[in-house]
């Protein structure tokens, strides 16, 4: 039972382009969502988060948007640079446990 | 910076095998996690602990699985007879615990724990 998903296992993008990468949920109780950015070998590491109050969250060059109709999240990087290849999980909450999306792999292209 | 650290980074085991795999915490956090990663497949939650009892868990977390906090730094996952299926990314987490619900959560490098 997959509450959140995310269709795009993979991305590549131009260095300097826009990466847009999507996630979408299935519980309407989730309040809170979050980004993981994760190299491999290591841990996930905390990017960016919104709460369901907010449409939009901006710190720096990435911006979350979160539409709660559609119950759909987007994680949009400008520009993108070739350091942000990574996998890019998706998270949400509507208590003290995340669901995890499957990751998207972005791959920056110098 | 100060991080979560886990050992070992990789444990091989026999089919119906303890393990016990660690966690060192961010020393003044309150919350502690563990997640696993199955590969190619999403990051699951297993378990939270807080004030020294579990918080909540996932329905992963059978009777095989505990959790403990023997001492002021570490922090155990127990696996008490390991099945193949147990074979993925064991990831510890933890956070401040001011705000729980949206505490940013710094996760370790990961157990990979392999089950033959």
């Known amino acids: 039972d997959q509450q959140v998903k995310q269709n795009s296992p993979s991305l590549s993008v131009q260095e300097g382009r826009i990466s847009i990468l999507n996630c979408d949920y299935t519980?309407?109780?989730?309040?809170?969502f979050l980004w993981y950015k994760k190299y491999p070998a290591e841990g996930p590491t905390f990017l960016i988060s919104?709460?369901?109050?907010?449409d939009k969250n901006e710190d720096g060059r990435f911006t979350v948007f979160l539409n709660k109709s559609a119950k759909h999240l987007s994680l949009h990087i400008v520009p993108s640079q070739p350091g942000d290849s990574a996998v890019y999980f998706c998270?949400?909450?509507?208590?003290?446990?995340?669901?995890f999306g499957t990751g998207t792999s972005l791959t920056v292209i110098p | 910076e100060p991080e979560v650290t886990q050992t070992p980074s990789h444990q091989v085991t026999q089919m119906g095998q303890e393990v016990i795999l660690r966690c060192v915490p961010i020393s003044n956090h309150l919350y502690f996690y563990w997640y696993r990663q199955i590969l190619g497949q999403k990051v699951e939650f297993l378990v939270s602990?807080?004030?020294?009892?579990?918080?909540?868990k996932s329905e992963i977390f059978d009777d095989q699985f505990s959790v403990e906090r023997p001492d002021g730094s570490n922090f155990t996952l127990k696996i008490r007879s390991t099945k193949l299926e147990d074979s993925a990314m064991y990831f510890c987490a933890s956070s401040a615990g001011l705000a729980p619900l949206t505490d940013t959560q710094y996760f370790g490098p990961g157990t990979r724990l392999t089950v033959l």
């Open positions: 602990f807080y004030n020294n009892e579990i918080s909540e």
């Open positions: 519980n309407s109780m989730f309040d809170y």
């Open positions: 919104i709460s369901s109050i907010k």
């Open positions: 998270a949400a909450s509507g208590g003290n446990q995340f669901y």
